[in-house]
């Protein structure tokens, strides 16, 4: 209320009193953060009443689920049980009640969700090009395990035919050298085979290794190219023995 007094020269000035009145103000919602760490639509009202529980209808593509929730639960909460139900974790989950997306933090009452109201869940976008992603990365380690894995087992048949040739040259016996030059050439386009697999994490480790494995075959064949060049051939002659006819003795019969 203002009010307007003469000053002692007869002018007027204005005082404003405040008074205070009982007027209707607009209820904001704000947030609150739940003991999980979520955040949710503050509620404007306290009540020590249980709330009821609601059945839910859910819509997820051809499937259909059916849960039941407390009605003042929020759609977060409604998420991490369709997590159960679905398999689909609760960040990858969009929920549309009445053709509007649900946040994690609105209450189920206070959107109107009654008793059997349907619900429907889709994927998110995002999240399924998340996933198609990983499947492809997934797919491409499992065939680079695989690649790896076939030059492996070449390798060991490799290092087998490496062994026997040491073996051969240690004993002194000369091995042809179109055999060691072979077997180079062989190791050699497993190496090539090596070099186009695209690998990583444990798969470039693999990689790495049996690319060692090669390079050691072929080094020691080079080595043993070399030594094989001075085996000396063993000429191997053989000694006949001799003996002496017996003596002949001649039996003349006497006719009288």
């Not at 976008?125 to 998340?130: H, T």
């Not at 990983?134 to 380690?141: F, L, S």
Request: hydrophobic share 35%.
């Amino acid at each position: 209320m203002i009010k307007r007094k003469s000053n002692a020269h007869g002018k007027m000035h204005e005082s404003s009193t405040t008074t205070s009145s009982s007027t209707s103000t607009e209820d904001e919602i704000g947030c609150e953060l739940r003991p999980g760490g979520m955040l949710v639509q503050k509620r404007s009202e306290k009540t020590d009443v249980p709330a009821p529980y609601l059945r839910l209808r859910i819509a997820f593509g051809a499937l259909r689920y059916e849960i039941s929730v407390n009605s003042r639960a929020t759609f977060g909460e409604v998420k991490k049980v369709l997590t159960g139900e679905t398999g689909l974790q609760a960040g990858d989950q969009v929920l549309i009640y009445r053709g509007k997306e649900r946040e994690n933090g609105e209450y189920l009452d206070m959107c109107g969700v009654k008793d059997r109201s349907k619900v429907i869940l889709t994927e998110d976008p995002a999240s399924i090009e998340r996933r198609f992603i990983e499947m492809r990365r997934n797919a491409k380690i499992q065939s680079a395990h695989r690649a790896i894995s076939n030059v492996s087992m070449e390798v060991d048949k490799l290092v087998e035919q490496v062994s026997a040739i040491e073996r051969s040259i240690s004993n002194g016996v000369k091995v042809p050298e179109v055999q060691i030059t072979t077997l180079i050439e062989m190791l050699m386009r497993q190496a090539i085979k090596l070099d186009g697999i695209s690998a990583e994490g444990d798969a470039s480790a693999q990689k790495k290794l049996q690319g060692k494995r090669v390079q050691k075959c072929v080094e020691t064949l080079d080595a043993l190219k070399i030594a094989n060049v001075k085996v000396q051939p063993v000429v191997v002659t053989t000694k006949w023995e001799t003996f002496d006819p017996p003596p002949s003795t001649a039996h003349w019969e006497i006719f009288d």
